[in-house]
């Protein structure tokens, strides 16, 4: 089992930026797809942005491209959201999920392992 941790979060005005992170708990030798998702207030949990074990393969949401950036270090089995030009929008909780099948794929069942969350708040 995988157990995902997630830092960053706060509180940011619109136009500001905040950088995620997230790795496993413990040493992991799994070639991990990794990704980011976000869930705002009665609203459905959505794809934002994979990356594939080697770093080839990137997506992210339509709603996110330009703005924010996913990379991994894979020396740590830490990923990253870098997240610029913050829209009061873009206010959700953040999971950070993992796909033991490297496919890095946009569908939340594609994802084995899931961290705790962090908050991200973009005020206007």
């Known amino acids: 089992q995988v157990q995902l941790v997630e830092s960053g979060g706060g509180l940011v005005e619109a136009g500001g930026s905040l950088r995620l992170s997230c790795a496993p708990s413990a040493r992991t030798y799994l070639t991990l797809t990794m990704a980011w998702f976000r869930q705002a207030p009665g609203k459905e949990r959505e794809f934002v942005a994979t990356?594939?074990?080697?770093?080839?393969?990137?997506s992210y949401a339509d709603s996110v491209k330009g703005r924010f950036t996913i990379s991994r270090d894979n020396a740590k089995s830490a990923v990253y959201l870098q997240m610029s030009s913050l829209k009061p929008e873009d206010t959700a909780v953040y999971y950070c999920?993992?796909?033991?099948?490297?496919?890095?794929?946009?569908?939340?069942?594609?994802?084995?392992?899931w961290g705790q969350g962090t908050q991200v708040t973009v005020s206007s």
């Open positions: 999920a993992a796909d033991r099948y490297d496919l890095a794929a946009k569908e939340r069942n594609k994802y084995n392992y």
């Open positions: 990356i594939s074990w080697n770093g080839g393969r990137i």
